[in-house]
């Protein structure tokens, strides 16, 4: 029987459950309870296997967090995952199931600020004279938004690669993929090439200055992607979008196990076992089934055995030592008033180390409101590691004060954050491929070792995003269900 395919097959799954055939009932070990593991828990549970996911932190959701304390008046932050394209069909199906309230989550707005090479400009006046910002581009890319600039380098690629055979997507990858996204602008085959300073324009603006020597064609794929479909919208979950991972609690309440440090995992040639640290009784235990399904990132999955090294190809070694898990820092600041809403500014891009500012949804229009003052990724969200909590105040009200001026230090209350490469549960925040590590490896990351099976964003076809991490889920369910 054929794997699903996305989205109808796995739209149809998560609607009905999988298919109904005759086979054997299954012990299923599955390791880690983000998105991914919830969802393939669910549905091998509903088609009557056995199941029990086992998860190392005191909560489930993985990189879907929202954290609501210390903040007041029922104000939160979605730490993690935040938001969520109208074109992610399996996300928008389990949250119309579970009947979550969805809120627009505004992306971009006329009123957004942008504060770049000490100029302040809206991004109105951005769009209608994108020279504002005093760039020293080139004669041919002066009066190009960044967007612009980057359509007209990629188009030509995903014209090409959008009219192309399944087979000959595949050589455009393996062809493409030895770029990093700043060669493929400054070295462009297949268009005029860009200036150092408007590749840095491009990666400043679209938030993918941290990262810019990753792959051209996994950043294109997973990061940009959105920015090409025609009239994205965006929503997030009122109320915080841990509602969509703790809604498949109830369900599984029997089948989850928390505080579970995975130590080790043991294949055999009829059984898997999981050798685990409960961190919370203090004691070690053993867990046994016929199947193990692993969620967990490659980044963290290095920590854990897995026995015997022999099952496990070269290129799988390869792929969990190698896949890169990409920092990500969220500052979180309360304040005493959403004095924001008084200068009617939107989101805040800039080129200081907060990079980007985003205006949450609020709950309740009392006072007082959270502000996500900071979000930067890779290197720029390494930044932060050098500095204590103190420091971090301190330096991300001095450049919120650059854009709104000295009322931030009269109206502030608290600051959280929350740093994804610190976090040992994930040690990082999405997954981007090195040039020519898809070529290589790429296909190896989601394939069965043995009795193991893989799931999660980074083994899924959107990395990065929550749609990934579902679309993964219901394909290792699948590839279990239907095991002799």
Known sequence: MLLPKYPNDMLSIIKNGLPNIKQRKKNVLIAGAGMAGLVSASLLKQAGHTVTVLEGNNRIGGRIYTLRSPFT??????????????????????????????????NSHPNDIIYINNRKISRKQYEENPNLLDFHLNKNEQGKTAFTLLQDAVEPFITLYNNSTEEEKKK?????????????????????????????????????????????????SSVLSPLFQPDIKYFEIRGGNDRLPYSFQMELASNLFYNQKIESIKQGSNKVNIYVHDTYQHTFKTYTGDYCLITLPFTTLQFIDLLPKNSISQKKWQAIRELQNISSMKIGIEFSSPFWERYNFGHVITDLPIRFSYIPSRVNNDAPAVLLASYSWGSDALLWNSLSQSDITREVLKCLSEVYGNIVYKEYLRTVTFNWSRNSFSAGCFTLYAPGQQKHFGEEVSKPSGRLHFAGEHASLFPGWIEGAIESGIRAAAEIHMRE
């Open 73 to 106: 008046n029922g104000n939160y932050l979605n730490m993690g995952a935040m938001r969520i394209p109208h074109t992610h069909k399996l996300v928008l199906k389990y949250i119309e199931k579970f009947q979550l309230p969805l809120s627009p989550f505004i």
């Open 172 to 220: 455009m990858v393996s062809e493409y993929d030895k770029y990093s996204m700043v060669d493929f602008l400054k070295y462009n085959p297949l268009a005029t090439a860009l200036s150092s300073n408007a590749i840095r324009l491009i990666s400043i603006l679209l938030g993918i200055e941290g990262f810019q020597e990753l792959s051209f064609i996994s950043i294109l």
